[in-house]
């Protein structure tokens, strides 16, 4: 699953972008920090968490940036080429770009490269590199030719590959493109010819690769729409022979044939891609990601302003032009999987964890030979049941088990599946358990008295089972509202639908405190955070004030509070839990369920505002608890994260707000939410203004001279 998060603007100031946009974006050596050089005369350095140039230098009128301006990693030095040939060094500390290194080439340049690991390299026009130190101590040598005439140099990537540098530049010319792969450890250049599967051929508009072992994978944009593959080897085959590489379909009409502007591609991991550029059958500009593995749009944002066609990544932010000012939009990617792409996936690694249903991952090497394996040895046993007239044990247990489900009392069935239980486990465990619990199943729908909770109990407990493979199960717990079986299922199942999800919330909410003091309910996920606070509620008498409240009050004129007023002591608020421990249980298997926000929302809407209010309340006291900690965590086992709640939150006012807004029991958690996230911002600018001061000071040591060998200095922050 792939999700874009808030946009925000990295400049409130206009770039002088050319006719082309921006030149480029480029990282500096100090993290957060990148180098933004429009199509005009300026390069500016930018710090994006704090939205703010940290400095900016122009070439002198009449004169241009043609090379995007780079950061020496080596140096920590900034370089950039105006007007094709002129080089120019300077550092953070200079003014004036007139003033500073200058070197007048003898060739064109195309691009520099800098990364991590080595010294910058210069690629000119015409296909040859130089580093950079070999080039400042000879500006003007001779640049040989790499490429024929009327061949242009159209996209160019480095990659550091066993420490070592790598360059890839795609040329075209007459419509054909070619890949030249530059490897500076055997210092060899190789040419390979990009081919596609059918015959005809199409303008490509766009260049993305990364490194798959001895390949580079090299994914382009085409005017048709689609995006291809090429695997370009580091080494060719045959040294001697012009080599040829196939492009292949990867996926098809993910932009339209005719974009206003040119579309771009960024490849952010071996199974998502950006694309900027409008998803049919929209007209307007958007971001979009894809999972390649799946064939699946994950994502998208509208960018109603306009976009340059331009696209760039870092980390985990994008770069664009959005009308006439620079974007940032931050993305996250998870693991790409199958229950990924269809919805979020259990957090199975945390400590404390329920177990999960195992399944099997045929693209694992040692899986394989399990598999080879299995099936050698189904063979062997298909050989010995010819021979042999015997049945196996387990087959003939397993048989008799069902047929004991089919005719005997509920009783009986839980001592004999108990015994199926302790027998040893075969290979399709998990195939026998799948056909007991549909035997059981299908027995309940032709008896309505038949209803063995002990036996399902057990078999939710194998750790084998998941909806999928039982989705009737589910349904029968909601049918009799059956919370117990709910909450196993809730806790061991990773693939329960959005739709059932909800539902189980609903009787989570809906069903009487009087109700669940009859069901045994496992509480060990509340018990260290509730229970203390359930004991200490009821010795104290009803009519006792805290603070002139009672959570018992529900006084409307009560809630009506100035918004500029201190807030509530939340110590206090966090000793009234809104729901029993056993509710409470129920609600964190909810928390920890599995879902995609897109499905989960529609189905959220459905239920009673009371109930919304109610799971707010707790949610809030849930906030409430993890504050009272340092890490920010909840105690007990496997207690809900601070992400769930606040997640669930967000969930919760999104599917609901208008509703919750008219309710005037919500009034008061309204506005202490409002409070607490107005006080988290002025934390925040506090902690600013301490980072300010310690710099200062800083700079303040660095000003003293040797002789003031001893002082004693107060800083009041506060």
């Known amino acids: ?143 040989e030719a790499v490429i024929s005439d009327e061949e242009v140099i159209k996209w160019t990537k480095i990659f550091m590959v066993f420490k070592h540098p790598v360059l890839i530049f795609i040329t075209e010319k007459h419509g054909t493109y070619f890949a030249y792969v530059q490897t500076f450890n055997t210092n060899t250049l190789n040419k390979y010819q990009l081919l596609l599967e059918q015959e005809k051929e199409s303008v490509i508009q766009s260049f993305s690769a990364y490194m798959d072992w001895k390949f580079i994978s090299l994914m382009s944009l085409c005017a048709d729409g689609c995006i291809y593959e090429a695997l370009v080897p ?9 080599e040829r590489v196939v492009r292949s379909l990867v996926l098809k009409d993910v932009v339209p044939c005719s974009p206003r502007s040119g579309p771009a591609l960024a490849i952010l991991d071996h199974n998502h891609v950006a694309v900027l550029g409008p998803t049919a059958p929209a007209t307007k500009d958007c971001l979009s990601i894809w999972n390649t593995k799946f064939q699946t749009l994950q994502t998208s944002k509208e960018l109603p302003q306009g976009t340059s066609g331009q696209l760039w990544y870092y980390g985990e932010n994008l770069f664009m032009l959005h009308g006439k000012f620079l974007t940032v939009i931050p993305y996250k990617c998870e693991v790409s999987s199958l229950a990924g792409a269809l919805g979020k996936l259990k957090h199975s690694q945390e400590s404390g964890s329920y177990t999960v249903p195992h399944f099997v991952n045929w693209e694992t090497p040692h899986l394989n030979e399990d598999r080879s394996q299995n099936s050698e040895q189904s063979k ?130 809906s069903i009487s405190d009087d109700s669940l003091q009859e069901i045994d309910i496992n509480v060990e996920s509340v018990s260290d955070y509730i229970d203390a606070v359930h004991k200490e509620k009821m010795e104290q008498q009803p009519e006792i004030l805290q603070n002139g409240f009672t959570p018992e009050e529900d006084n409307c004129e009560k809630c009506d509070l100035d918004l500029d007023e201190k807030p509530q002591d939340p110590r206090e608020e966090a000793t009234s839990c809104p729901v029993v421990p056993k509710r409470a249980a129920l609600l964190n298997a909810v928390l920890h369920s599995a879902y995609s926000e897109a499905f989960l929302l529609s189905h959220l809407k459905d239920i009673p505002a009371q109930h919304i ?106």
């Open 1 to 143: 699953m792939a999700a874009l998060e808030e946009e925000f603007t990295l400049s409130a100031v206009h770039l002088a972008a050319g006719p082309d946009g921006l030149l480029g974006v480029e990282p500096s050596d100090k993290a957060d920090q990148f180098l933004v050089t429009d199509g005009g005369r300026t390069v500016i350095l930018y710090k994006v968490s704090d939205q703010k140039p940290l400095g900016s230098w122009s070439v002198k009128q009449g004169q241009s940036i043609t090379v995007p301006a780079v950061c020496n990693f080596q140096t920590g030095e900034f370089i950039v080429v105006h007007d094709n040939k002129v080089l120019r060094i300077w550092n953070n500390e200079d003014v004036n770009l007139d003033k500073v290194f200058k070197a007048t080439l003898s060739a064109e340049v195309y691009k520099i490269h800098s990364i991590q690991g080595t010294e910058p390299l210069v690629l000119f026009k015409e296909g040859a590199v130089r580093g950079l130190e070999a080039l400042l101590a000879e500006p003007q040598q001779k640049i």
């Open 234 to 242: 580091l080494h060719p085959s045959d040294p001697g022979e012009s």
């Open 380 to 509: 062997r046993t298909l050989r010995r049941r010819k021979a042999e007239t015997s049945v196996q044990p387990e087959a003939s247990a397993s048989k008799q088990l069902l047929s004991t489900i089919k005719k005997d009392s509920e009783k009986h069935i839980e001592v004999e599946l108990r015994k199926f239980l302790a027998t040893k486990r075969t290979p399709d465990f998990h195939t026998v358990i799948g056909d007991i619990i549909t035997a059981l199943l299908e027995r309940c729908k032709t008896e309505s008295s038949f209803y063995p909770r002990n036996c399902l109990i057990q078999l939710i407990q194998t750790h084998v089972l998941s909806y999928s493979l039982c989705p009737g199960l589910l349904a029968a717990a909601i049918e009799r509202t059956d919370v117990q079986i709910l909450q196993l299922c809730l806790q061991h199942f990773p693939d329960i639908p959005e739709s059932a999800t909800c539902a189980c919330l609903k009787i989570f909410l």
């Open 613 to 718: 209010t109610l799971f707010l309340h707790y949610l809030y006291f849930l906030y409430l608890k993890c504050n009272e900690n340092a890490t920010m965590t909840l105690p007990g086992i496997h207690p809900p994260t601070l992400n769930q709640i606040m997640d669930w939150i967000c969930l919760l006012l999104d599917a609901n707000f208008t509703v919750v807004v008219m309710i005037p029991e919500a009034k008061r958690l309204l506005l202490n939410l409002y409070k607490f996230v107005k006080s988290q911002i002025c934390i925040c600018s506090e902690l600013n203004k301490i980072e300010v001061s310690f710099r200062e000071l800083q700079k303040l040591n660095r000003e003293k001279t040797s002789q003031e060998l001893y002082s004693i200095e107060v800083l009041e922050l506060f």
